[in-house]
């Protein structure tokens, strides 16, 4: 059972910045991060595959937000930069149970197995 943990969360005026970290116990690798605003689906946002630089962003963030890998912290944070209204929600991390290559790169929520419990962002104008 591989559990995460993820915190950073906050409030932050628009333009701002927030880092979001994520702690796996199993390897920071093959990890992804998802958000859900008030009454939407969960969402992809950006995803590491089995090597760091194996990444992938959701179009409406790409040029703001940036992922990184500390492997000894088993950590994987989320830089999010000029953050907008439409960023305002629940940010979540989570892993599959094998991981392989970059398929989980192109995965939905469904293909994620373990999740951690979230940290709230919320922009303000």
């Known amino acids: 059972q591989v559990q995460l943990v993820e915190s950073g969360g906050g409030s932050v005026p628009t333009g701002g910045s927030l880092r979001l970290s994520c702690t796996t116990s199993?390897?920071?690798?093959?990890l992804g991060w998802f958000r859900q605003a008030l009454g939407k689906e969960r969402e992809g946002v950006a995803a590491?595959?089995?090597?760091?630089?194996?990444?992938r962003y959701v179009d409406s963030v790409k040029g703001r937000f940036t992922l990184s890998v500390d492997n000894a912290k088993k950590t994987v944070y989320l830089q999010m930069d000029n953050l907008q209204s439409a960023d305002t929600a629940m940010y979540y991390c989570?892993?599959?149970?094998?991981?392989?290559?970059?398929?989980?790169?192109?995965?939905?929520?469904?293909?994620?197995?373990?999740w951690g419990q979230g940290t709230q962002v919320t922009v303000s104008a």
């Open positions: 989570a892993q599959p149970s094998i991981c392989n290559g970059n398929y989980n790169l192109w995965a939905g929520p469904s293909a994620y197995v373990y």
């Open positions: 199993g390897n920071a690798r093959c």
């Open positions: 590491v595959g089995e090597r760091p630089e194996w990444t």
